[in-house]
């Protein structure tokens, strides 16, 4: 088996809602050995291996479910098999998850497997272990030549866990995370650590483990020092032992004789019980003690021995929310065991695995077990006497072995109130008070005990798992402090998808909400901006940019361009959006990444509206979008169409549905708004500069669309009126996106349109515009379309019936050849019966301009489909028709009395003309080029270009 491609979905997709790993796996031989074939062996061995495999219910949706598919008849096939190991793999590490989908990928064998995942490397890393796993199971014959047949399952096994948990979340990070998902809150992870973002924009909030953004830096300072701690508790009147801080081990001994033992010996800013040797009796145990301290800090703190049992009591914005009895790791004695074999059996516990995998930790017998067993006269070997406990760590922390009974509801009144007051003289959010008592269920005013640590990052897993009693929702306790009633955690967010329009009704709509006050932050195909101010440069339509958006604290609406290519190849950033917007389906990059229909196409932008919870605006008018009203669970489903007469959005209207409709007027169009039966007049389609008077349709829609999406969105009224009119299509607001320019003799429109669709737009408007002279068209194709696509540029540019046309490429050729897209198009036109005369070739885009302005005269319409957008714009804004051709134009050019070489084309309707070059008689005079023609047949007739393809002459020969 062989892994071919990969993708890496980061949110909702096609494939899923929430993150998946979709894999092309080439099972190559192996395509002809399904389960059965490879036999019981393997599959019991499988099995053995990976025994939860068991509980896997495939598609019986039973445990013992996908036992019966790889058992029945002849079995399933090892693509299948392959996305139930890489699940289990993760389950094995402590990750849980449980959806995956294998279908076939279109060659034979070829299979992509979708996978859910948690933490990317960590999938990528199991589905690598599975595939030599399986690999190891293959008879010898079957296993690839590259398979390393020193392979080693335990060992494997055991890395890969220990390599997830180093990239997982800590438990208390997690739990607190699980908590916000419950509550429906969003979450980023910042770091690869444990720093997270709850939420979304201006209403999100921080957490490191359990250190928030609100925990004081002064306090966290506090509870790290043990002896400025102890100072302000013990000048509070609360309960805490003797201490001293030394720096020498002479100093210690003497700290220790003037406490009096026992004393208990920790470093000055440890945590986790590192470093911590309690009940020293001799000088040469604080000796030794002193030591094993000062290899975690350089201070060493000496301090009381208190009796008693060790408790962890967690506050949580005042309120002591959870209390454990702790005890460090340990066997009891049976009187037949050795105590190796006791912790054998201890740790054969299915809630104890490796570090933070399970809710509880392996013991392990390392040197500080064996220096414990040693001071009782034991050996690993030794047999302990029945119910005798045998400590084998000094500490009482889970992540050691240790246990926690939960104690929270027997806790006596005065230790709860003496723990909250310790954690607000220090200051703290959240806090642990480490209470040593003998009994917490009495008060330490009657029998003593002592604070010995005020923590500032408690863990949670010993309250969230207790080895015994009751579970706490410490995390759902601090989701509440975080987030109280009523308190928002996200911002509004739109995401707009589509073929075409997608730019222009992105920026509509950020320019609305930036109108009624709010700071927007928006993704498009040039860039992110936030309030209006492009922070990030480039194509950022994907996932990557959403999630600069949302993890920026100043936004409070995120407006998201989501495009095609993103959603194939992250998906989206965001688990759902409040207003989901699909404007058009037409065709465009298809035949690329395994899209090659159009409702493929529409499958993949269906995801917008899949996700969204309050609305999905869809185009009524398109039938591939109107069909995506099934798909969303979305509390609105509201139409646009420009068709008044709409059959099924007047039905929908009818039953107290949202739409917006182009009504026509006496006075013009007018986009009007339907809502649960009210009758909205929105605003004169001529009023809205975008639109030219109304002219550019798609432009009407556009604002239609967002118009439909503030209105979902809550803006009101006014200000989706206001936005409207004051947004223009000005290369500064929407560069690309039908640019006006009026300030030569002629009118320049200019555009980024790129498919069949997007032209066709834009020529129907050339030709609805009061044009007094010619009009002239530059246009191109993207060099990665199919040949039909291009062809289908030529055919909608044709029947606009240009007086000239331009043909050109862009800068990138995209695996075409310098000359083949422009050739493409020119046949198309004259295939359309557009004189050859009409139609020039022009390779470069910059000459292509400059050629298409210095042929404009007054009155004139030239409409240039452009590639660089920035220079194409500075090259028209620049243009001066009196003058030496623009610095922006391409400097490849000749001296203007350089004889050109001309082109004869001979003119045919249905044969593609051969050319021929022949030399010109004499330079070419100022107003062009004159070339003479020789060797011409009778009755034919030639066409001269010079050597851009610009039309020079038409001769015919009689």
């Known amino acids: 088996m062989k892994i071919l491609d990969r993708n890496v979905y980061v949110g909702p997709s096609h494939y899923a809602h929430f993150p998946v790993i979709r894999l092309e796996v080439d099972l190559g031989v192996l395509e002809a050995w399904p389960t059965m074939r490879l036999g019981r062996a393997f599959i019991d061995a499988l099995v053995q291996r990976l025994p939860g495999l068991s509980e896997h219910g495939c598609s019986y949706g039973e445990p013992g479910g996908f036992i019966r598919r790889m058992t029945e008849d002849e079995g399933t096939w090892l693509g299948h098999v392959f996305e139930h190991v890489v699940l289990e793999m993760q389950n094995t590490a402590g990750v849980h998850v449980t959806f995956g989908k294998t279908r076939s990928a279109g060659p034979a064998g070829v299979y992509d497997v979708a996978f859910e995942y948690e933490q990317e490397d960590v999938g990528l890393e199991a589905a690598s272990l599975s595939l ?91 509870a790290s020092d043990k002896e400025e701690t102890n100072k302000i508790l013990a000048n509070l009147g609360l309960p805490v032992p003797r201490q001293r801080l030394v720096q020498t081990v002479d100093k210690a001994v003497d700290a220790a004789r003037r406490i009096g033992y026992p004393v208990v010996l920790k470093p000055y800013n440890g945590n986790h019980g590192r470093g911590v040797s309690i009940n020293l009796m001799t000088a040469a145990e604080v000796r030794e003690a002193f030591t094993c301290a000062q290899e975690h800090s350089r201070s060493v703190i000496v301090e009381t021995f208190i009796t008693g049992h060790d408790h962890r009591m967690v506050v949580i914005n005042g309120e002591l929310v959870a209390v454990s009895k702790r005890e460090p790791g340990h066997v009891v004695g049976d009187g037949t065991h050795s105590i190796q074999e006791l912790v054998a059996i201890v740790n054969s516990d299915p809630r104890r695995g490796v570090g933070h995998e399970k809710v509880l930790t392996r013991i392990e017998l390392d040197a500080q077990a064996n220096g414990l067993l040693q001071k009782l006269g034991y050996t690993a070997a030794s047999v302990p006497p029945l119910d005798e406990i045998v400590y084998l760590r000094l500490t009482a922390n889970l992540s050691t072995g240790g246990t926690a009974r939960d104690m929270t509801d027997l806790v006596h009144p005065d230790n709860a109130e003496m723990a909250v007051r310790a954690i607000k003289a220090i200051g703290l959010d959240i806090g642990g008070v480490d209470f040593l008592t003998p009994d917490i269920t009495q008060s330490y005013k009657e029998i003593g005990g002592a604070i010995c640590e005020v923590n500032a990052a408690p863990g949670f897993r010993m309250h969230m798992a207790p080895s015994d009693g009751r579970p706490r929702d410490v995390a759902g306790k601090t989701i509440d402090m975080l987030f109280p009633a009523g308190m928002p955690s996200t911002i509004p967010i739109a995401a707009i998808t589509g073929t075409n329009g997608k730019t222009t009704t992105s920026r509509m709509l950020a320019h609305i909400h930036k109108l009624a006050g709010k700071r927007v932050g928006l993704t498009t195909t040039d860039g992110v901006y936030v309030d209006g101010q492009r922070t990030v440069v480039g194509d950022m339509t994907g996932p990557t940019a959403a999630r600069i958006v949302l993890s920026d ?46 409702e493929q196409l529409a499958e993949i932008k269906r995801t917008v509206v899949e996700i969204a919870r309050d609305t999905a605006v869809l185009n009524a008018d398109d039938p591939l979008t109107l069909r995506m009203a099934a798909y969303t669970e979305a509390k609105h489903v509201c139409y646009v169409t420009l068709n008044p007469d709409h059959e099924l959005v007047r039905e929908h209207i009818r039953a107290g549905g949202r739409a917006i409709a182009l009504e026509n007027g006496i006075n013009g169009s007018m986009i009007t708004i339907y809502d649960h039966g009210a009758h909205i007049p929105l605003l004169w389609t001529h009023l809205i500069p975008a639109t030219i008077e109304g002219k550019a349709l798609h432009n009407v829609q556009n604002a239609m669309f967002a118009a439909a999406m503030a209105f979902a969105m809550g803006v009101r009224l006014e200000d989706i009126r206001h936005g409207l009119r004051t947004f223009d299509t000005s290369f500064f607001q929407a560069p690309g996106r039908l640019n006006v320019y009026d300030q030569h003799q002629f009118r320049v429109l200019f555009d980024y349109g790129h498919n069949a669709d997007a032209i066709e737009q834009l020529c129907q408007l050339a030709n609805r515009l009061d044009v007094k002279g010619r009009r002239i068209c530059v246009l191109s194709a993207p060099g990665d379309r199919r040949d039909q696509d291009i062809v289908a540029i030529g055919d909608v540019a044709a029947a606009a019936m240009f007086d000239h046309y331009i043909c050109r490429r862009d800068d990138g050729r995209r695996g075409r050849g310098d000359e083949d897209v422009p050739r493409m198009i020119e046949r198309t036109l004259l295939a359309h019966g557009i004189g050859a005369d009409r139609v020039s070739v022009i390779i470069d885009e910059q000459d292509a301009i400059e050629a298409a302005l210095r042929m404009a005269a007054p009155g004139d319409l030239v409409l240039i489909f452009a590639d660089a957008l920035a220079r194409g714009w500075k090259q028209i804004t620049h243009f001066r028709a009196d003058a030496a051709p623009s610095p922006f134009a391409s400097q490849k050019k000749q001296a203007p009395q350089t004889v050109r070489p001309a082109v004869i084309e001979l003119a045919d309707d249905n044969v593609p003309p051969p050319r021929a070059v022949v030399e010109p008689v004499r330079s070419p005079p100022t107003n062009g080029s004159v070339a003479e023609v020789t060797g011409m047949m009778a009755g034919t007739t030639a066409i001269v270009r010079d050597d851009r393809g610009v039309f020079l002459a038409r001769e015919a020969n009689d």
């Open 553 to 598: 604290p100043n936004v409070e609406v995120a407006v998201l361009e989501t495009a095609r290519g993103g959603l194939l190849r992250a998906g989206m950033a965001t688990r759902y959006v409040d207003v989901g917007a699909v404007l058009n389906v037409r065709p465009d990059h298809l035949g690329q990444k395994g899209i090659d229909t159009l």
């Open 132 to 222: 030599a796993l399986l690999h190891s199971l293959l008879p010898a014959d079957l296993q690839p030549d590259e398979f390393d047949r020193s392979f080693d399952w335990d060992t494997s096994r055991d890395d890969f866990i220990r390599y997830a948990q180093r990239r997982a979340l800590g438990p208390s990070t997690a739990s607190i995370v699980h908590a916000a998902e419950k509550r429906g809150i969003p979450w980023i992870r910042l770091n690869e650590q444990s720093l997270i973002q709850l939420g979304y924009g201006c209403n999100q909030q921080r957490i490191q483990a359990t250190i928030t953004g609100r925990t004081s830096h002064i306090a966290v300072e506090l």
